[in-house]
């Protein structure tokens, strides 16, 4: 089965800092997704990395994934108030014929000013 | 704006009952996936559908059950609620080896 980790759960950090938040899983994949949640909301989709040392950047959030240790990290530079949100990863694996994402727990962002 | 869209946004059900949530894909997506989020919680694969067939499911018992239409619209039936069917439930439609997008969600509480 399956088993997507993220750490840390929760994350406060001040205005203009930088951070990195793990996602780490137990079994191959070749697609891994970062996702950010608004209180209330619904997913939006901020990264899908491909293939081993993929490494996408928007904005202050940067994402790689390194498929050998089975680790995503999402690094957030100079954080402002407008990132403060939930952010998951997601693996993609099969289930019967179908594809499936696993998520992690999340990670809740507040940035303080 | 993703183009999957979810009705209805919120409803209250008592427990016992039953419910049917709606999902429409974004246009040329045939397949839809339903997720359930707990507060607090990442969501949770529940079940998959392609060209109007289950074809994958996740740890949910069987009072759990959908449907595919022509048009890839789909709908989430759940029977007999309990209280911890309480929870946003997210449709996502793709293709058969795309990304998925999200609908806005559907908020259901069970009193």
């Known amino acids: 089965e399956l088993k997507v980790e993220q750490n840390p759960l929760f994350l406060s950090m001040q205005e203009g800092k930088n951070y990195t938040i793990y996602c780490n899983y137990s079994?191959?994949?070749?697609?891994l997704y970062w996702y950010r949640q608004d209180p209330g909301k619904s997913l939006e989709s901020l990264f899908v990395?491909?293939?081993?040392?993929a490494v996408k950047q928007e904005g202050r959030l940067m994402a790689s994934l390194d498929t050998k240790a089975r680790l995503s990290t999402l690094h957030i530079t100079a954080a402002v108030h407008d990132l403060s949100a939930t952010y998951f990863c997601a693996v993609d694996s099969t289930s019967g014929s179908a594809r499936q994402l696993t998520f992690g727990s999340g990670t809740q962002l507040t940035v303080l000013p | 704006e993703t183009g999957v869209t979810q009705s209805p946004t919120h409803l209250i059900k008592t427990r016992g009952q039953q419910v049917t949530l709606r999902c429409s894909s974004q246009?040329?997506?045939?397949?839809v996936s339903w997720y359930q989020q707990a507060l607090g919680q990442g969501p949770q694969f529940i079940f998959q559908?392609?060209?109007?067939?289950?074809?994958g499911r996740g740890n949910f018992p069987p009072r759990f059950s959908g449907l595919q239409f022509p048009n890839y619209s789909s709908e989430l039936n759940v029977n007999a609620l309990e209280l911890d069917d309480s929870a946003l439930y997210l449709c996502?439609?793709?293709?058969?080896?795309?990304?998925?997008?999200f609908g806005q969600g559907t908020r259901l509480t069970v009193v």
């Open positions: 246009s040329g997506h045939n397949t």
């Open positions: 990395l491909l293939s081993n040392g």
């Open positions: 559908y392609y060209r109007e067939e289950e074809n």
């Open positions: 079994t191959t994949s070749d697609r």
């Open positions: 996502a439609s793709s293709l058969v080896a795309g990304s998925a997008f």
